[in-house]
């Protein structure tokens, strides 16, 4: 028992040093103002590609349900039209 004990001990500390907590919250402080210039532009990007993804699919909706139509519009060849 006496030897466990020290074992135990010595692998907690290990265990508690090794997951440092970091109680600031998951994004990293800006330590200069290219730093703080490079968040905001990677914030900006991350928005931009979100909006993107939302233009293609509606985009895509859009001339799922137009084709038929245009498609139906289009003027027949004279030739299939008078046989």
């Given at each position: 028992?006496?030897?466990i004990?020290?074992l135990v001990v010595?692998?907690?500390?290990i265990?508690?040093?090794?997951c440092?907590?970091n109680?600031?919250g998951?994004?990293p402080?800006a330590?200069?103002?290219?730093?703080?210039?490079?968040?905001?532009?990677?914030?900006w990007?991350?928005l931009?590609m979100?909006?993107m993804?939302?233009l293609t699919?509606?985009?895509?909706?859009?001339?799922?349900?137009l084709?038929?139509?245009?498609?139906?519009?289009?003027?027949?060849?004279?030739k299939l039209?008078n046989?």
């Amino acid at each position: 028992m006496k030897n466990i004990f020290p074992l135990v001990v010595i692998l907690s500390v290990i265990l508690a040093i090794s997951c440092n907590e970091n109680d600031k919250g998951s994004e990293p402080r800006a330590r200069t103002r290219t730093d703080s210039l490079l968040n905001d532009c990677n914030g900006w990007i991350i928005l931009g590609m979100a909006k993107m993804g939302k233009l293609t699919r509606a985009e895509q909706t859009t001339r799922r349900l137009l084709d038929p139509l245009l498609n139906y519009l289009q003027p027949k060849p004279a030739k299939l039209l008078n046989p």
